[in-house]
């Protein structure tokens, strides 16, 4: 009886602490993810201030960052497009696409707004992701009804810093 209470108690300790170090992992990196975004917005909004156009501050930041996606993860790309099937594509390119448009006109607001009018206003991306998830993909993430407070808190939030 102990040894399959032990067993048990392992599996679980197992599965929690497995749990846990994914949730440590994915808070990491959205908060390397925020540092990259927060960097990389005063940098861009140098560059389309005094440098260059919007598309064309684009276009290069697009393209080093693929450079640099290929150059440390190049050995995943191989095996994730010898086996997704064609059809995975679609939604990739996709994302591509919007990621692009997205950037592209966030770099123009930039050009028109003080960044930090813009940014929180760009950083509301979440709100259209929360609605899109709700409509779309329902059955893979949950939208309840904390997450539908915080998306509140978060509009009141980016009014109150962008009329500030």
Same mark, same amino acid.
């Given at each position: 009886?102990h040894?399959?209470i032990?067993k048990?108690? !392992?599996?679980l300790t &197992? /599965?929690?602490?497995g749990?846990?170090? !994914?949730? #440590?992992i994915?808070i990491?990196?959205?908060?390397?993810?925020?540092? &990259?975004?927060?960097?990389?917005?005063? %940098?861009? *909004?140098? =560059? =389309?201030? !005094?440098?260059?156009?919007?598309?064309? @501050?684009?276009?290069?930041?697009?393209?080093?960052? &693929?450079?640099?996606?290929?150059?440390?993860?190049? /050995?995943?790309l191989k095996?994730?497009f010898?086996?997704?099937?064609t059809? @995975?594509?679609?939604?990739?390119?996709?994302?591509?696409?919007? %990621?692009?448009?997205? $950037?592209t006109?966030w770099f123009?607001s930039?050009? /028109?707004?003080?960044?930090?009018?813009?940014?929180?206003?760009?950083g @509301?991306?979440p709100?259209?992701?929360?609605?899109l998830? #709700?409509?779309? +993909?329902r059955?893979?993430?949950m939208v309840?009804? *904390?997450?539908?407070?915080? @998306? $509140?808190? =978060?509009? +009141?939030?980016?009014?109150?810093?962008s +009329?500030?």
């Amino acid at each position: 009886m102990h040894k399959v209470i032990g067993k048990l108690s !392992n599996v679980l300790t &197992g /599965r929690i602490s497995g749990k846990l170090d !994914n949730s #440590w992992i994915g808070i990491t990196a959205a908060i390397i993810s925020a540092l &990259g975004y927060g960097s990389g917005a005063i %940098a861009s *909004k140098h =560059v =389309v201030t !005094n440098h260059t156009g919007p598309v064309t @501050a684009t276009a290069f930041s697009l393209l080093f960052g &693929g450079i640099l996606v290929f150059g440390l993860f190049y /050995r995943d790309l191989k095996v994730d497009f010898k086996c997704s099937p064609t059809k @995975a594509w679609i939604p990739v390119i996709f994302t591509g696409i919007s %990621a692009s448009i997205g $950037v592209t006109f966030w770099f123009l607001s930039m050009v /028109r707004l003080p960044l930090v009018v813009s940014a929180p206003l760009v950083g @509301a991306y979440p709100l259209v992701s929360i609605i899109l998830a #709700w409509i779309f +993909i329902r059955k893979l993430d949950m939208v309840s009804w *904390k997450t539908i407070c915080g @998306a $509140v808190l =978060v509009v +009141i939030g980016i009014t109150f810093v962008s +009329i500030g």
